[in-house]
């Protein structure tokens, strides 16, 4: 999706002040979409993330005959078809780099009476879903992928799927989150044990579109035969977004942000439990409820960090905001140790040696382990870090510009579009001293 190579560099000496609203939450602004067009009725939603991922969700549902409007402003309009109404797409259906679109879609289409294929990008097309595939196949789903198990995946519709219950091997809201999708359309109840609790954005958005769901302490079970009726969703500012900015007003001097209306669904502040052992000063104000999901204002201040050793009952409410973490680990006094997160070894890039070798670049003492990583905090210096083509680490390394001694060069920065388009001019706008530089690539 993107052929251009885009550059970040990062002058020192920034800090962070004011108030912003981060975009709106991927994970939810993607569930708004495949939700609403499942539904009977029109779906209004406010607050949708316009970035690359959410766009690739929303172009595979107008491919398979949903009139979407929007997005214009955040504002998306959805005339669901039901449950039954999706129509075989004219062509493969893409996805570029939405690990959550391929691996959600993929238990939603396995119930259709219509074959599809879902593609990625480079970097989606080497991501694991045998996760996926293997507990679809045992609910009587055909789904082809490659000897790896990996994309493009081929999936045979007019399969009888079957109910059935699933203790799954590794925490991962987009496996809990395919499988009850596929238990919508399968024969009886299906029910999925998670090992730790994950993001339940799903759970709550079918409860919200009128979908009873039951949960009984790590069990989630969801019956087919109901219907989904379309609802009005306020789609909070996402906590992965606003995680890089809770991150460099705790690391950067003289720094004083509020961040408004983030979501703090509790199996997403993983980030802010972890900062606040670590001695960062937040603030949670005027919690509320938006659309079924709490928010709040988060007021983050400069603070003197200290190294932890990271709880691994927190690792699955943070997994996406290691990136960052590891960045305020590296600007905190003494080591800090993560472990039980292996999950970060396949997702848009191996985030735990990417982040090491990073890290390394610019004089940190980081040293991955199969899973995680312990950094001891110390200077930072300047220096050229590969991203990889992972959004995430890209923004990381920008807000450790807050705290280097020298300018920081961060390269294969593009795909920052697909969760956070707006990063460097509402970075630039809070304080931090960055530009970004687009170049044809070759």
Known sequence: MNHDRVTFRVQPGGTLRGEARVPGDKSISHRSIMLGSLA???????????????????????????????????????????????????????????????????????????????????SLSRRPMKRVTDPLRSMGAMIDTTEQGTAPLRIHGGSALRGIHYDMPVASAQVKSCLLLAGLYAEGGTSVREPAPTRDHTERMLMGFGYPVARDGQLVSIESGGKLTACDIDVPSDISSAAFFMVGAAIAEGADVLLR????????????????????????????????????????????????????????????????????????????????????????????????????????????????????????????????????????????????????????????????????????RLGLVVESRREASS
């Open 261 to 428: 209306h983030v979501g703090i669904n509790p199996t997403r502040t993983g980030v802010i439990d972890i900062l606040k052992l670590m001695g960062a000063d937040i603030e949670i104000r005027n919690p509320r409820k938006a659309g079924g999901e709490p928010v709040a204002d988060l007021r983050i201040r400069s603070s003197r960090l200290k190294g932890i050793e990271i709880p691994e009952a927190l690792v699955p409410l943070a997994i996406d905001e290691f990136p960052v973490l590891f960045v305020a680990a590296a600007c905190a006094d003494g080591e800090t140790r993560l472990t039980g997160a292996e999950e970060l070894r396949v997702k848009e890039s191996d985030r735990i040696q990417v982040m090491a070798d990073g890290l390394r670049a610019l004089g940190v003492d980081a040293t991955p382990t199969p899973d995680g990583m312990v950094v001891r905090g110390g200077p930072m210096t300047g220096g050229d870090v590969e991203s990889r083509g992972d959004h995430r680490i890209a923004m990381a390394f920008s807000i450790a510009g807050l705290r280097a001694k020298g300018p920081i060069t961060i390269r294969d920065c593009a795909n920052v579009n697909t969760s956070f388009p707006t990063f460097v001019e509402l970075a630039r």
């Open 40 to 122: 009977e009725g029109t779906t209004r939603v406010s607050g949708f993330l316009e970035a690359e991922d959410c766009l690739s969700t929303m172009k595979a549902f107008q491919a398979m005959g949903v009139a979407i409007e929007g997005p214009v402003e955040g504002h998306v309009t959805i005339q669901g078809v039901g449950l039954r109404g999706l129509k075989a797409p004219e062509h493969e259906l893409y996805l570029g780099n939405s690990g959550t679109s391929m691996r959600l879609l993929s238990g939603l289409l396995a119930g259709q009476a219509f074959d599809t294929v879902l593609t990625g990008d480079e």
